[in-house]
C-alpha cells in the first residue's frame, strides 16, 4: 500500500526501534510507496512513512530491496557531497564513504551481507541515517 510521505522534522529527528520479521508489510508498504515516488526518489526509510522502525528500501536500477535493521558493518574511501531528502526542499553537504558493507535482515528472516560502493552505497548510508533520527 501507498503511504503518505511524512514531512514532519520533529517526527523524523526520532531514531527507529528494531524491526522484526512480522514487520514485513511496513517494508513492503515502504517498496509501494518507493516505486510511486521512483521519478524523485532512490530511497527510503520507514520513518518517512511515519513508522519509526529500523527499515529502509533503496532502488538497485529496477530492483527494490527492503531491508530489515540495516547496518553498516565496514566503510571505506570517505568523500564529501550534497543530498536531497523528500521530506525536505534543497540539497545539503553531507560526508559519505565510497565503499560499504551493510549487514540486515531480508524478508524471509535470512540475515544479509552486502558490499556497496558508490551511488548504491551513498543511497544506504543515507537511509540509514535516517533510521537513526538523522536529517542531512
Known amino acids: 500500500m501507498i503511504r503518505p510521505i511524512n514531512k514532519d522534522q520533529v517526527s523524523l529527528q526520532q531514531?527507529?526501534?528494531?524491526?522484526?520479521?512480522?514487520?514485513?508489510?511496513?517494508?513492503?508498504?515502504?517498496?509501494?510507496?518507493?516505486?510511486?515516488?521512483?521519478?524523485?526518489?532512490?530511497?527510503?526509510?520507514?520513518?518517512?512513512?511515519?513508522?519509526?522502525?529500523?527499515?529502509?528500501?533503496?532502488?538497485?536500477?529496477?530492483?527494490?530491496?527492503?531491508?530489515l535493521n540495516p547496518k553498516i558493518i565496514s566503510k571505506k574511501t570517505p568523500y564529501e557531497t550534497s543530498e536531497g531528502f523528500l521530506s525536505l526542499s534543497g540539497q545539503r553537504p553531507?560526508?559519505?564513504?565510497?565503499?560499504?558493507?551493510?549487514?540486515?535482515?531480508d524478508l524471509q528472516g535470512k540475515n544479509q551481507t552486502l558490499p556497496l560502493e558508490g551511488f548504491p552505497a551513498q543511497i544506504v548510508q543515507h537511509e540509514i541515517d535516517h533510521c537513526n533520527g538523522i536529517l542531512i
Open 94 to 105: 553531507v560526508k559519505r564513504y565510497q565503499q560499504i558493507v551493510v549487514k540486515f535482515m
Open 15 to 67: 531514531a527507529s526501534v528494531p524491526a522484526t520479521l512480522s514487520d514485513s508489510s511496513i517494508a513492503n508498504d515502504l517498496i509501494d510507496t518507493l516505486k510511486a515516488h521512483d521519478h524523485e526518489c532512490v530511497g527510503m526509510a520507514a520513518n518517512m512513512i511515519n513508522i519509526h522502525k529500523q527499515i529502509i528500501a533503496v532502488s538497485f536500477g529496477p530492483a527494490k530491496i527492503a531491508m
